[in-house]
């Protein structure tokens, strides 16, 4: 994959109403103690309008919980109430974190990789839990910084330290420092860090005083950059092309301080290539569930717009401008993030598609440009028509309106499945499973890509349950297989 560069929060806000979507290059990283959240505000003073936001009091309280949690003992297999208090500020840590990721930050955790920027006293004085806390919460990685002040008086053992007090896989966590005085990055690093991030003091720093490491196994490297004042858009560009060549493809990535949706849009587009004439770039058009909608094209231009409101914007060549699908024929689509494929020619876009008449991608007025969709799509959509217009005699209908009939044919074709013994027959179980289970679903207003989001979100997490079976829900299901 090439090396794309993505926005690092410092001090602006997550989003305003000029860049909604700078998330949706895939990647994101956090301040979280200066980084505002979202602002109504879009002019430039609410650059560095931290103060006035209550985003830091609400990660401070997150800190506190996971304190909380740090100082129950639960070593003591036998004491049952002290391991049901950990669990319990675990829990309530884990919702502060999620509700401040996705509400005060406006972010998609379950499709934008995010990381979280923790200092080493906050994990330290957890004991490690608030980094478990934000990877359980969604994070994908958690950035240990060395503080600046310390990195001549041990700030590197200390950082390490905190790495081992985080207990989670080497693979999330990221250490970050300044390019200044670097260490050699031995085993006693990347044993413990998937990921090395090295804050440059300027664009021209990155070439001279670092040199591109030439491991492609041990780790990987995030070059962190800020945007100088008065430095020009091709400097810009010319600099980040340069460094993303350097760096080679899955060897790392570049992430931005600050940038503007027009910054991060050119750039990005930097590091890609094309070989068509009009210098446009083949995109695939996606939902949640990586389902193909359409193929269009995008532009420098388009890629900006995008970013900036947050919907899907394409390059049309019958009109030679831009495309705001929906602006027309109200089936816009939300913009949940953008891929580069592996030759670094072609992009993907994937939205969840819209319409107050019908969610149209296709001209023809059907989801995708080919045609109806099959399988459990194709089921999604009759269901949400029956939901609203049933024909006389529809068992659907019956489904939708007889609450208790619906729960007892779960239960019942849930423990079909678990006793069916043969391909052929487990294949059949599932299908019913399926259908009761979207018919519950549809009735709720839930669809296929909500619970995709929520299984992608799952994955993220490194505190796992034990798994076990629950009682009370073994009998309640036993009454009404009971009854039958």
């Not at 590091?271 to 359409?294: Q, W």
Request: glycine share 6%.
């Amino acid at each position: 994959m090439a090396c794309l560069p993505y926005p690092t929060f410092l001090q602006s806000p997550t989003q305003t109403p000029s860049t909604q979507s700078l998330s949706a290059v895939g990647r994101v990283r956090i301040h979280p103690l200066t980084c505002p959240g979202i602002s109504d505000n879009d002019s430039e003073s609410s650059v560095g309008a931290s103060s006035s936001s209550a985003a830091p009091e609400e990660y401070q309280a997150i800190i506190s919980k996971c304190i909380q949690q740090s100082k129950v003992v639960d070593t003591d297999t036998t004491d049952k109430e002290n391991a049901k208090l950990r669990k319990k500020y675990m829990k309530e840590g884990v919702a502060m974190a999620s509700s401040y990721l996705s509400q005060t930050l406006g972010i998609d955790v379950s499709i934008v990789d995010v990381e979280i920027v923790l200092n080493i006293d906050s994990i330290t004085e957890t004991d490690g839990c608030l980094a478990s806390c934000f990877l359980d919460a969604g994070c994908a990685y958690v950035v240990v910084r060395v503080k600046q002040e310390e990195e001549k008086d041990g700030g590197l053992a200390k950082a390490l330290e905190a790495c081992d007090a985080t207990r989670v896989p080497r693979e999330r966590l990221v250490l970050h420092m300044k390019n200044t005085g670097m260490p050699e990055i031995g085993n006693e690093i990347t044993s413990r860090v998937g990921t090395i991030s090295i804050q440059m003091a300027s664009l021209s720093s990155a070439f001279t005083d670092w040199n591109v490491p030439t491991s492609k196994k041990e780790w990987k490297c995030v070059v962190q950059l800020s945007i100088t004042e008065g430095l020009s858009k091709d400097d810009l560009i010319a600099s980040v092309s340069s460094l993303s060549k350097a760096i080679g493809e899955n060897r790392g990535s570049i992430t931005l301080v600050d940038p503007t949706a027009e910054q991060l849009g050119l750039c990005y587009a930097a590091c890609m290539k094309t070989d068509r004439p009009d210098g446009l770039y083949t995109t695939v058009v996606c939902t949640r569930s990586n389902e193909a909608l359409g193929l269009v094209y995008s532009s420098k231009a388009s890629i900006i717009a995008a970013l900036q409101c947050g919907r899907g914007v394409y390059y049309s060549r019958s009109r030679n401008g831009l495309w705001r699908k929906g602006d027309t024929s109200g089936h816009y689509q939300t913009l949940h993030r953008i891929d580069v494929d592996c030759d670094g020619d072609a992009l993907r876009f994937t939205v969840t598609q819209n319409g107050n008449d019908c969610k149209a991608f296709c001209h023809l007025n059907t989801l995708t440009c080919w045609g109806e969709p099959r399988g459990i799509r194709h089921l999604e959509q009759t269901l949400v028509a029956r939901l609203h217009d049933a024909p006389a005699g529809s068992y659907t209908k019956r489904l939708f309106d007889d609450e208790a009939l619906l729960r007892d044919k779960l239960v019942e074709e849930a423990q079909e499945l678990s006793e069916a013994d043969t391909k052929e027959h487990v294949a059949e179980e599932l299908a019913d499973v399926l259908y009761f289970a979207m018919v519950r679903a549809a009735k709720a207003g839930v669809s296929i890509d909500d619970a995709v989001s929520e299984l992608d979100k799952r994955a993220r997490k490194v505190t796992r349950r034990k798994g076990d079976s629950k009682e009370f829900r073994i009998k309640a299901g036993e009454e009404i297989l009971g009854k039958k």
